[in-house]
């Protein structure tokens, strides 16, 4: 509580200024946030002295072989489906903007389709391919389809392509986000349309790609936890497998949400990074706390002035 | 000014949907001419332009570049349409200023200059650099090779823009209303480079509403209205004592 005293002055005009400044006090914030401690330090007490949660097994199948396997599972799914992705988004969004009709229309039936049945029917749909073709192949070579396809192949096309149409629409997003006067000019120093994209468009569009990519990708790192209903052998997969053989249930699904939870703040601080490398200003930054307490101490000193200028002539 | 004619309209028409912008225009520019065109917005100025630069097509009448078609290729007794390498190789000879200037937000004053010569004619790095260096001294802003579009003032910016444009060493400049977006202060330095390129030579088609500059530097003046020249002259005639009804009134409100 910082309170400026002013002593007793006369202004020119008689009126006598003795006043005191008070700081407004956020007695609202307080409440809420003592509230909200409490009801905290409640909840880590039920779950830490809770006798149905075995902390030591926790600690035990933390760094656990077949763990570790599924968490390196995870990890390729994500980045090879989000690899799929890209490409197949970037392949869309130029068709999409294309002048073909044949080539737009495509391209819109595409995205209609994957983005419009849930990514749960189209995993299990790429699983069961075998049912509607059991062998794939030109004329007379051909393979087993279930060969082909394993589980986890059939994770990968199951979410590269879905992302795909995701992927379309922010990277459609972002070639015309791109001021058409640049292509314009591109054009009229004699760029092909081709050469305009790649020097021009394609490099001012990443700055508006780039960070929803980045949520989507960490999106896609959960994601891949709907391979478990395929046995993909994904970070899920093996704790299912491991829950069931020992009942540990709520142990190993704490050790996977540590280890999903450590995959997507990886993720985050490789946004962070290459959103500043590319200049992303689209990003909304919080209020850091030095600006809180700047904007406190301020509060005193701009009071200090506002009345040293009331006792001015 | 030689007396060959670089650049021909005859009959010239364009329609955006069910608006015809351009309606029969006919013009002629010499080699080392300096043609002014003014007129009312909306009169189809600067779509005329984008047309002689092949960024929109033309629906009735023919564009002649050196006596050539625009937009079409001659093989034999077949017209085909241009591709893009032949609409781009155009286009190099064809320089192009804007009225919003449009720099390459992702490049530096110096890389904006470099890339046509380096995309298009395949110069080296190094080759493009020095070619930007020369130019961006002759617009006056050698001190600001490496600066980002963003951090340089409107007439900067547009004389980088010309600078760009001049890289490719064009047969033809075409200015579209280069100094309309420009605070007032900043209009001279622009209309200087202009000045200066007219004077070497430079055969220069120029959408204004500068009637200073078109008296001035213009060696032939076209009032253009609702898309046809309304009237064409001497640009000191036809100022002091214009003949057509409507360039009076045009005139009038803009002197």
Known sequence: ?313 | MSDKILLEARGVEKSFGHIKVIRGLDLKVREGETVCIIGPSGGGKSTFLRCVNFLEKIDRGALLFKGQLVGYSKHGSILRDWNEHEAASYRVKVGMVFQHFNLYNNMTAGANVAIGPRVVNGESQGKAMERAKILLEKVGLIEKINSYPSQLSGGQQQRVAIARALAMEPEIMLFDEATSALDPELVGEVLQVMKDLATEGMTMLVVTHEIGFARQVGDTLIFMDQGVVAEKGDPKEMISNPKCQRTKEFLSTVL
Do not use: C
């Not at chain 1, 090879?80 to 992705?85: D, Y």
């Not at chain 1, 007379?140 to 590269?160: C, M, P």
């Open chain 1, 1 to 313: 509580m910082v309170k400026i005293k002013n002593a007793e002055k006369e202004t020119a005009s008689g009126v006598s200024t003795n006043l005191k400044y008070i700081k407004t006090k956020p007695w609202g914030s307080w409440i809420a946030a003592a509230i909200l401690a409490v009801l905290l330090a409640l909840l880590l007490w039920a779950v830490a002295v809770n006798p149905n949660i075995k902390w030591p097994k926790l600690g035990e199948y933390l760094f656990d072989k077949a763990i570790m396997q599924g968490f390196s599972i995870t990890i390729r799914l994500t980045i090879l489906s989000m690899v799929i992705g890209i490409v197949l988004g970037v392949i869309l969004a130029l068709m999409k903007l294309s002048t073909n009709t044949v080539l737009r229309v495509t391209s819109s039936a595409y995205i209609w389709v994957l983005r419009g049945t849930p990514v749960l029917v189209q995993l299990i749909f790429w699983y069961n391919m075998a049912l509607i073709f059991p062998r794939i192949g030109i004329g007379s070579f051909s393979l087993n389809t279930n060969h082909v396809i394993t589980t986890f192949g059939a994770a990968i096309l199951a979410l590269g392509l879905n992302e795909g149409a995701y992927m379309a629409e922010i990277v459609r997003a972002g070639f015309l986000s791109v001021a058409r006067g640049q292509m314009d000019a591109a054009l009229a120093t004699g760029l092909t349309r081709r050469q305009a994209m790649r020097y021009i468009i394609i490099p001012q569009s990443l700055r508006v790609i780039i960070p929803p990519t980045g949520n989507q990708t960490i999106g896609m790192l959960k994601t891949t936890s709907l391979a478990s209903v395929i046995a993909a052998q994904d970070l899920l997969t093996v704790t299912e497998n491991i829950y069931a053989k020992t009942f540990l249930v709520i142990e190993l699904l704490i050790v996977a949400s540590i280890w999903y939870l450590v995959g997507t703040t990886i993720a985050s601080i490789g946004q962070y990074f290459i959103e500043r490398k590319f200049g992303a200003g689209s990003t909304t930054t919080g209020v850091k706390m030095s600006d809180f307490l700047r904007e406190r101490m301020l509060s005193s000193t701009r009071a200090l002035s506002a009345l040293s200028y009331l006792n001015k002539e």
